[in-house]
């Protein structure tokens, strides 16, 4: 699986968007990316996931670069709810048995 | 309410003891996960299944056991033979068969041996 990088951390305003990076140099073809994030002491939520097209839902934006080394998960209105640890995550499609490693991910503060 | 259970939310027990963890989920998922988190750290695959009555070995499987006799049902035993026992478990399950499987995780269940 490629390994993605992330910054360890990052703040941001309420009621303002989030950006967050991710490095994914060595993805593969058939590789999707996904973004969970986890409150403390919670589990991982899911949040978005795309190949290569850009993807929005009601969570969020997801913005994967045209050679797909890189991706931005954007929370458009940041809430103070939405302070946690962000994972950036590849893993291949289809019916693969579905490991997904997590690194040690952003932690996103939002701030009033 | 669809979706994925864990019980207890914190469990303790004592050196030497089995103990079960529950995870249930009504999501009609053909996949179900078994991982374990500690402080600071990533997720760490313990135990997958894809099937009833089938299950395979994660990157940690040493001191763990499970079964999946039910497809909704996919409960952990952590065995007195496992060194490290106390963690974060976390269940998940996924749909297989399309293009993605995503998979969804219960809230957890943080087990401390004393």
């Known amino acids: 699986d490629a390994k993605t990088t992330q910054p360890p951390s990052m703040d941001c305003a309420e009621g303002r968007a989030a950006n967050l990076p991710c490095n994914h140099s060595?993805?593969?073809?058939?590789?999707?990316v996904y973004w969970y994030r986890q409150i403390h002491s919670q589990g991982p939520q899911y949040i978005i996931h795309?190949?290569?097209n850009n993807e929005t839902n009601e969570m969020a934006s997801l913005i994967i670069t045209e050679d797909r080394k890189s991706s931005t998960l954007i929370l458009p209105h940041a809430t103070l709810r939405d302070t946690a640890v962000y994972y950036c995550?590849?893993?291949?499609?289809?019916?693969?048995?579905?490991?997904?490693?997590f690194g040690q991910g952003t932690i996103l503060t939002v701030h009033p | 309410d669809g979706g994925i259970t864990q019980s207890p939310k914190y469990l303790f027990r004592k050196e030497g003891q089995n103990v079960t963890l529950s995870c249930e989920q009504n999501l009609n998922h053909d996949a179900m996960y078994w991982y374990r988190q500690d402080p600071g750290q990533g997720l760490r695959l313990i135990y997958y299944s894809q099937i009833v009555n089938d299950f395979q070995k994660g990157d940690i499987a040493e001191g763990y056991s499970v079964s999946r006799e039910k497809k909704e049902s996919f409960p952990l035993t952590v065995t007195s033979a496992q060194k490290n026992p106390t963690a974060f478990y976390l269940c998940a399950s996924s749909m297989l068969g399309g293009r993605t499987d995503t998979q969804y995780f219960g809230p957890g269940t943080r087990l401390t041996v004393l």
């Open positions: 795309g190949l290569k």
């Open positions: 060595t993805i593969s073809g058939n590789e999707y």
């Open positions: 995550i590849v893993k291949p499609g289809g019916t693969s048995y579905g490991k997904l490693t």
